[in-house]
């Protein structure tokens, strides 16, 4: 089926905050971190429902300063109604599960399915996901996604788990579409180089 595009969700951004088992204090602060530091989209994971506040007031937050929020760690369809009714903007998951796909196309939310290799890039090619997210990237490594584009150039992945603003860079420079980042957001030793990471230049492919 045809489900939503993630061009108009990341846009020219190259850099993905993820706030992950906070407080909805905290997710706030440090969602308005990443805001000022030009990092325009958050996810908020929800692999529990006590996740769902913290989701729901970074929505919030975001809408007052013109930003948008996504759910991640979406594993069922239960998840995705959750996350739409808290006004998610897009959802996320670590692996393929199509059917999550699907009830998010249907709440006519952008779904990036997590992938770790070429054949399931493929099955999330064939219905017509075309933004993956790749997990967990610090073991997959810059050179599967340089390896990974050959075949499938048509492919823009998200790299997921275990980045930070030490190593983003190169898989950027491996044609990694977005990167994503978690606790680097609380490292003040890593704010000026996320900075950095978000005024690369635009991606073209």
């Not at 506040?53 to 760690?73: D, F, K, S, Y």
């Not at 952008?110 to 996901?129: I, N």
Request: aromatic letters at 4%; a negative charge.
């Amino acid at each position: 089926m045809t489900t939503p595009d993630f061009d108009h969700v990341f846009g020219t951004a190259r850099v993905m905050a993820i706030l992950r088992g906070l407080p909805v204090a905290e997710t706030v602060r440090l969602a308005g971190k990443a805001w000022d530091l030009g990092i325009d989209v958050v996810e908020v994971p929800v692999a529990t429902a006590d996740a769902v506040p913290a989701l729901r007031a970074a929505v919030e937050a975001g809408a007052e300063r013109g930003r948008i929020v996504g759910a991640g760690t979406v594993l069922g369809t239960e998840q995705v109604a959750a996350a739409a009714d808290a006004g998610a903007t897009f959802t996320v998951a670590p692996g393929l599960d199509l059917a999550v796909a699907d009830a998010a196309a249907a709440r006519g939310l952008p779904h990036l399915p997590g992938v770790a290799t070429p054949t399931e890039a493929q099955q999330a090619l064939r219905h017509g996901l075309t933004w993956l997210k790749a997990f967990p990237a610090i073991s997959l490594g810059p050179s599967w996604f340089r390896a990974v584009a050959g075949p499938l150039p048509q492919l823009r992945f998200v790299a997921t788990g275990g980045l930070d603003a030490g190593n983003a860079g190169e898989f950027l420079a491996a044609g990694v579409r977005v990167v994503a980042v978690g606790s680097a957001l609380a490292d003040p030793d890593q704010l000026d180089r996320l900075a950095e990471l978000v005024t690369l230049g635009t991606p073209t492919r």
